[in-house]
């Protein structure tokens, strides 16, 4: 869990960070996101549900995310960053750019 190398619809685990301008980035829990939903077909019940499980959060990182998804995710108002590699890496560009648009989520 150094690394992000999943799509989203392949994640069964999220590491939920809090990301801040000028502080360190603290690792605040991880969270089952697998489900035991039926599959209904391409975009099924079990991405619905994942979904639900993050809507709380600001950002997501993963290595790619369907159309659909990234649309109802960010209808949550949650930000859908396309990454592939160390975490700590993308939490530190992260913090940069919140601290260069004088963001605080």
């Given at each position: 869990m150094k690394n992000v190398n999943l799509p989203f619809g392949k994640t069964d685990v999220g590491l939920i960070y809090k990301v801040e301008r000028r502080k360190e980035t603290d690792l605040l829990e991880k969270r089952i996101l697998?489900?035991?939903?039926?599959?209904?077909?391409?975009?099924d019940f079990v991405e619905d549900e994942k979904v639900q499980k993050i809507k709380d959060c600001d950002y997501i990182v993963c290595t790619k995310i369907g159309t659909k998804f990234q649309r109802v995710i960010e209808v949550h108002g949650v930000s859908v960053i396309e990454y592939q590699g160390d975490i700590k890496t993308v939490l530190e560009k992260l913090r940069k750019y919140l601290l260069l648009t004088r963001q605080e989520r």
């Open positions: 697998s489900s035991n939903g039926i599959r209904q077909g391409r975009h």
